[in-house]
């Protein structure tokens, strides 16, 4: 599982409340990556982070800031929660190897905004 | 627009038959990955193919990429209810550390 968590697993909020979810990575990678996942468009990067508050703006990223404090956790807020919000939070990591990279996937967080 | 066209998009088969999902893009792929999803869980890290003419197999899975490094396929053989999940394809792009996904196959083997 490449050491990857994401907390909390499930959440229920209200609109116009913030939001903060948490990946946690054990293994000193330098990238991590943020996505939502919705029925009929896929995987959809929200932002990535390449370092220690270094941070970009993936394809969906309106409505979503992230922090980067140190290397083992990437935070994503939504400020003010949509019900456009509502889907599965999925995080990455980027690993390099011998056979070259890839990424891996964190369990999910699962997001409903009311 | 989605740069990365999977097909099909839900798949039924019998137990013990073969199966193949494609995934085109209209680029040059520089990085092909496979992935499967249970439903409801996180995505699992299947194979990645560079080379054009690449072809990488994991149990009863083969993961092809053509030559022109613009089209791959998955093909299963001998399916078996254990396969079932969504499949899904992505792509690195160049010169950046962004990825992009296709929507994803869905698949059920009926035992």
């Known amino acids: 599982d490449a050491g990857i968590t994401q907390s909390p697993r499930h959440k229920v909020t209200e609109t116009g409340t913030p939001v903060t979810l948490r990946c946690h990575q054990t293994?000193?990678?330098?990238?991590m990556y943020w996505y939502r996942q919705d029925p009929g468009h896929g995987l959809r990067l929200i932002h990535y982070s390449y370092g220690v508050k270094d941070t970009d703006k993936g394809e969906v990223s309106d409505g979503y800031s992230v922090s980067r404090s140190k290397t083992e956790d990437f935070l994503l807020t939504l400020e003010s929660a949509t019900s456009s919000q509502t889907s599965v939070y999925f995080c990455?990591?980027?690993?390099?190897?011998?056979?070259?990279?890839?990424?891996?996937f964190g369990p999910g967080t699962r997001l409903l905004v009311l | 627009s989605q740069e990365l066209e999977q097909s099909p998009q839900s798949l039924i088969v019998q137990e013990g038959k073969n199966l193949t999902i494609n995934c085109t893009s209209s680029k040059t792929l520089y990085g092909l990955y496979w992935y499967k999803q249970k439903y409801g869980e996180g995505l699992i890290f299947l194979m990645m193919?560079?080379?054009?003419?690449e072809e990488k197999s994991h149990e009863k899975i083969t993961a092809k990429l053509d030559e022109k490094k613009q089209q791959s396929s998955l093909h299963i053989t001998a399916s078996q209810p254990s396969h079932a999940g969504i499949y899904l394809c992505g792509a690195s792009r160049l010169l950046t550390y962004k990825y992009i996904f296709g929507t994803g196959t869905r698949l059920k083997v009926l035992a």
């Open positions: 990455a990591i980027r690993i390099t190897g011998n056979s070259g990279e890839t990424q891996y």
């Open positions: 293994e000193n990678h330098r990238y």
């Open positions: 193919l560079q080379k054009g003419g």
